[in-house]
Structure formats: C-alpha cells, structure tokens
C-alpha cells in the first residue's frame, strides 16, 4: 500500500510539472505572437511601396513623362544613365515590355539584404510574356527608389 501511495504522489507530482511546462510553453507562445503579427504587416507595408514605386514609374513611361520616370530611379541607376533622356531611351529599346506594357502583373515579394525584391509578370503588345525582379533600395526614411530590374528566365517568360 505505501508503495501505491508514493506512485500516485509521483504520478500527480510528474502530471503537474507536465501542466506546468505545457502552459508556460503557451504563454511563450503567445509572447511571440504580436512580433511575427507586426513583422508581417511590416512586410505587408513594404510590398504595398514596392507596388505603388513601381506602378508609378510605368504610369510615367505610359504617359511618355520620362522626367517623372526618371525620378523612380536610384542614384545608381541614375549614375549610369546622365540624364532621363537617356534613361528613356534605354528603356524604350531595351525593354519595350516596360515602356508601353499591354498589361502587368506582381507576383512574389520578397526583402533580401535589406532590399525590397518585387517579382513582375508583363504581357506585351504580341501578348508575349516576361518577368522581371526590380530590386528596391531606401534612400531615406519614406523613400524607395528602383535600383536594377532584372530578367528572370523562366518557362512562361519570352525573356
């Protein structure tokens, strides 16, 4: 009987350690939680630059007003194009996609290195389909600039 005793002692004693463990494992849990629910409305903020960044830099192509494309570009980009005539022109012939696209599409996001990486589908005026990474730097504290837009090969694209 004493050995009964000391085994349900032990049994209750190992079930309230295991009670113990499983709601602190909870409450840490839960402590996590507002930090992955803020980083991913931060993603959700950064995507939503990206998308507006880049939508506004096509508007501008389509409305032929280089000088406001041009403004979407980071100083790198800017410091191999001298000015937004010549931005434009290389756009116009090196991606016509881009310069007067039938239609466009953003696909995956992502933030690598501290840049903003924004996959985009376009479809050009022969319905040909191309993507393209534009990669998005910070220049200050609200200011996104596009930094490089590179072809991504792929089965669906005519790149």
């Known amino acids: 009987m004493p050995y009964n005793r000391k085994l349900n002692k032990l049994l209750k004693l190992l079930t309230l350690s295991v009670a113990i463990v499983a709601i602190t494992s909870i409450n840490l849990g839960l402590a996590e939680l507002p930090t992955k629910t803020s980083e991913k ?3 959700i903020t950064l995507e939503a630059k990206a ?4 939508s506004s830099q096509i508007g501008a192509f389509q409305k032929l007003d280089i ?8 100083p790198f980009i800017k410091s191999k194009f001298a000015n937004a005539e010549i931005f434009g022109k290389m756009v116009r012939s090196g991606y016509p996609m881009i310069w ?6 953003f696909l995956d996001f992502n933030l690598f290195n501290g840049s903003l990486i924004q ?13 393209f990474d534009y990669e ?3 220049y200050s504290p609200d200011k996104w600039l ?3 837009v590179f072809p991504v090969q792929s089965s669906i694209s005519g790149a």
């Open 41 to 43: 409305a931060d993603l």
């Open 51 to 54: 998308h507006k960044v880049i």
């Open 67 to 74: 000088n406001a494309a041009y403004a979407f570009a980071s």
């Open 100 to 105: 007067a696209p039938k239609d466009y599409k």
């Open 119 to 131: 996959r985009v589908l376009f479809v050009d005026s022969q319905e040909r389909i191309f993507v």
């Open 136 to 138: 998005l730097k910070k």
């Open 146 to 148: 596009i930094n490089g």
